[in-house]
């Protein structure tokens, strides 16, 4: 196993399995300009840096996986002759928006584990990865609205996709906790764990993305493109990737293996 520390962030990558660990406790994750920084660089690591990494798992370190933007260092860019901030959303656009559209187009399935209170940006973190566990006592909080802002970080675009539009209205206008329990009956997320399994449990359907085809990187991107694709265009998707995985070692290893009866051995290429 391989462990690096990135700034704010830890990196453990153990054979086809990495872990970005938002590790900034003290101030419950909270997404600072060190802990983006150090995760951009994990993903560094995690695409260019040869490991062939088929899974990746995002969790927070201590009781929170993050309350979102650090607002010390928002009100620290600069102000107006009104003492506010001359433009909150340049910071998403320098610092957010790069790791949520590689997040996005990552090459493996990507899972989060919400071990804790998940507010803000961090949302928008959680819900772009594919696979979303939660620990019991966890919750979710837009809370844009409670210092006067905008949801963001893609929270607008996917969380009416996931629970539909009266529901998102509902929890970016309100601002109120979303229990984890709530979460997944409402279809935000995909499974609920006691708090002391949920990294046990994560990590065990981890193991199975890891040792998959390396067609799931195409089954993630044609369920992502669904979202916005009409059915003609969506057929067209799938006859492109079909063509990609089909040209995959797996593919091969995947029918010869269901030929002779006999569990696949992939290697994710």
Not at 50 to 77: K, P, Q, V, Y
Not at 143 to 171: H, M, Q, S, Y
Request: charged residues 25%; negative net charge.
């Amino acid at each position: 196993m391989t462990k690096m520390s990135l700034s704010d962030i830890t990196l453990e990558i153990d054979n086809e399995l990495a872990t970005i660990t938002l590790n900034r406790p003290d101030t419950l994750n909270a997404l600072s300009k060190g802990v983006l920084e150090g995760f951009y660089e994990a993903l560094d690591h995690i695409e260019f840096g040869g490991h062939n990494i088929r899974c990746l798992i995002i969790t927070g370190e201590g009781r929170a996986f993050s309350s979102g933007a650090n607002l010390s260092e928002t009100m620290d860019t600069g102000s107006n002759e009104n003492g506010f901030p001359i433009d909150v959303g340049l910071q998403l656009e320098l610092s957010y928006h790069p790791i949520m559209r590689r997040l996005r187009n990552l090459h493996c399935p990507i899972i989060s584990a919400i071990n804790g209170p998940c507010a803000g940006a961090a949302v928008g973190i959680a819900l772009s990865c594919d696979l979303i566990m939660a620990a019991r006592s966890s919750y979710f909080l837009l809370a844009f609205r409670n210092i006067g802002l905008v949801p963001d970080c893609g929270v607008t675009w996917i969380v009416p996709r996931l629970i539909g539009g009266a529901r998102a209205r509902e929890l970016a206008l309100l601002g109120e906790k979303l229990p984890a329990e709530t979460a997944l009956e409402w279809g935000l997320i995909n499974r609920v764990f006691d708090d002391e399994s949920l990294m046990e449990e994560t990590v065990k359907v981890a193991r199975k993305l890891a040792d998959g085809p390396s067609g799931q990187r195409y089954i993630r991107q044609v369920m992502w493109d669904s979202l916005d694709n009409n059915f003609e265009t969506q057929l067209d998707r799938e006859r492109q990737l079909q063509f990609q995985a089909g040209q995959t070692k797996d593919f091969h290893e995947g029918v010869t293996a269901f030929l002779e009866k006999r569990p696949s051995k992939f290697t994710g290429k």
